[in-house]
């Protein structure tokens, strides 16, 4: 099992920016996928970004092309988001999440979850 804490949530006016931690301990991720998801009220889980741990290749949802960027750091075991240009639509609880498979694109593929963290971007 992977444990994972998310970190850097907040509170953000439009066209701002915010940083999410994501740390994750248990294993050893150099096979693993990490993946950011978002949840709005009343919305279903949806993607947000990946990185493959091993090459740091990366995959993003249309609607944060751009403006996020996922990244890795080996040394600290974390993965994080920087996302730019926010919108009030970015509004939602960000949840980390880690596979054991590749691409991993399906959202049941992942099956170590974080607590989420939550951002609300203010028009």
């Known amino acids: 099992q992977v444990q994972l804490v998310e970190s850097g949530g907040g509170l953000v006016q439009a066209g701002g920016s915010l940083r999410l931690s994501c740390a994750a301990s248990?294993?050893?991720?150099?096979?693993?996928?990490m993946g950011w998801f978002r949840q709005a009220p009343g919305k279903e889980r949806e993607f947000v970004a990946r990185?493959?741990?091993?090459?740091?290749?990366?995959y993003y949802a249309d609607s944060v092309k751009g403006r996020f960027t996922i990244s890795r750091d080996n040394g600290k075991n974390t993965v994080n988001l920087q996302m730019n240009s926010l919108k009030p639509d970015d509004t939602a609880v960000y949840y980390c999440?880690?596979?054991?498979?590749?691409?991993?694109?399906?959202?049941?593929?992942?099956?170590?979850w974080g607590q989420g963290t939550q951002v609300t971007v203010s028009s």
């Open positions: 999440a880690a596979s054991r498979y590749y691409p991993a694109r399906s959202l049941d593929e992942y099956d170590n």
């Open positions: 248990g294993r050893t991720l150099s096979s693993y996928t």
């Open positions: 990185i493959r741990w091993s090459g740091g290749i990366t």
